[in-house]
């Protein structure tokens, strides 16, 4: 086709740096390829992964069920609210072993934000 890779890279992620002619040749050789964007690249890329973390801390009610309607009712409200406003949701059951778990989450590199919900003796933390 005679275009540079960053013209590729660009066109695949809508750019409007691309002119729409040669945009739609390589959207059109892509899908005729089975191309697909690598995502984490790309979230690498924007330092951005458009998901919301979801925690669900289990300190002194290890057994607790997260089928639970109340977490249900909470986690459909949630799911509603975040994929309509265009992120993923990434559900997370966590036993708390140290005062970290909340840092090591956030820091994960795995969302771009976080609700922590439930009932647990991590208060203070």
């Known amino acids: 086709m005679g275009v540079a890779p960053s013209t ?3 066109a695949l992620a809508g750019s409007p ?3 729409e002619a040669t945009r739609l040749k390589i959207e ?3 899908r005729e390829h089975g ?4 995502q984490t690249a790309r979230n690498l890329r924007r330092q951005k992964t458009d998901s919301i973390g979801v925690a669900i801390p289990l300190g002194h009610e290890i057994d607790q069920n997260i089928s639970d309607p109340f977490f249900m009712t909470m ?4 799911m509603d609210e975040i ?7 990434l559900l997370s059951r ?4 140290d005062d970290e778990w909340l840092d090591r989450l956030v ?9 922590v919900m439930g009932q647990s003796n991590q208060i203070g933390h």
């Open 107 to 115: 820091d994960s590199g795995r969302i771009d934000g976080i609700v």
């Open 75 to 78: 986690l459909s409200r949630l």
């Open 35 to 38: 191309f697909r964007l690598n």
């Open 83 to 89: 994929i309509g406003r265009g992120y993923d949701l």
């Open 28 to 30: 059109a050789l892509a």
């Open 94 to 97: 966590i036993v708390p072993s």
């Open 8 to 10: 590729i890279s660009r």
């Open 17 to 19: 740096r691309v002119a």
